[in-house]
């Protein structure tokens, strides 16, 4: 039997630096984003970087936010939640080098149709928004696309 990849979750973020909010639902807007998150309405935290990002939907894998977690409570740290990650999409069955080698290539999840543009290399903003600490290092090659 294969297994397929699917949706695990799906968060937005109306602001730069505002909650994330799960959603069941939502509806994607071809070049734009997730309608209601952030970066559609270009209120991301990067949305201005230079040169310009394309963050319309980020992705990340469940399975690279266990082993992410995983390091970090075996060193005492405290692990982040899914939404804490800041990425639209969490999805299953899918390992992270798998969900990294779609750098570059068109794909869908379900009927949506995506093209992984880059790696979304961790930083340290998900550390400060929930006052946890090394995001960034335990997420490294896990932090999707």
Do not use: W
């Amino acid at each position: 039997m294969e297994i397929i990849p699917n949706i695990y979750s799906i968060y937005i973020c109306p602001n730069a630096g505002l909650a994330m909010e799960s959603r069941h639902k939502v509806k994607v807007l071809a070049g734009v984003g997730i309608e209601g998150d952030r970066y559609a309405l270009n209120l991301g935290a990067f949305s201005k970087s230079h040169p310009p990002k394309i963050r319309d939907i980020t992705l990340i894998t469940k399975t690279g936010i266990d082993i992410a977690n995983h390091s970090l409570s075996s060193n005492g740290l405290l692990e982040f939640k899914l939404c804490e990650t800041r990425r639209n999409i969490v999805i299953e069955n899918l390992l992270p080098e798998e969900l990294n080698a779609l750098v570059g290539k068109v794909f869908f999840l379900g009927k949506l149709k995506l093209q992984g543009v880059e790696l979304c290399e961790p930083c340290e903003r998900p550390s400060k928004l929930a006052n946890k600490k090394n995001f960034q290092s335990a997420y490294e090659h896990h932090g999707g696309i």
